[in-house]
Nanobody
Framework: VQLQASGGGLVQAGGSLRLSCVAS????????TGWFRQAPGKEREFVSG????????YYADSVKGRFTISKVSAKNTVYLQMDSLKPEDTAVYYC?????????????????WGQGTLVTVSS
């Protein structure tokens, strides 16, 4: 499985961005994709996740109500729509995939990772 994340950029506080993650070679629908982020000097943290089967969505409390995760199975793509962005959302965002239907908040549970895309929110 190869993951390609894109869509990051520079945006002012209150603005929006949409990240995309294309999963090539995904062999099963019994899988989950998670978005994580890592700010300078901080640990990688869970942002959101979605099950490929059923589409159940999960969010960290810090982004609930502002971010929306979705998927288009035919395109093997997961999106993260980020609205009402704040300076504290600034980080490198990574998408990851694991086989199994559970969306884990621990990065260690994911086997495949994309290269990361930088999101910078200016005040």
């Amino acid at each position: 499985v190869q993951l390609q994340a894109s869509g990051g950029g520079l945006v002012q506080a209150g603005g929006s961005l949409r990240l995309s993650c294309v999963a090539s070679g995904r062999a099963s629908n019994d899988a989950a994709t998670g978005w994580f982020r890592q700010a300078p000097g901080k640990e990688r943290e869970f942002v959101s996740g979605i099950r490929w089967s059923g589409g159940n969505q999960y969010y960290a409390d810090s982004v609930k109500g502002r971010f929306t995760i979705s998927k288009v199975s035919a395109k093997n793509t997961v999106y993260l729509q980020m609205d009402s962005l704040k300076p504290e959302d600034t980080a490198v965002y990574y998408c990851a995939l694991r086989y199994g239907s559970t969306v884990h908040s621990s990065a260690q549970r994911y086997n495949f990772w994309g290269q990361g895309t930088l999101v910078t929110v200016s005040s």
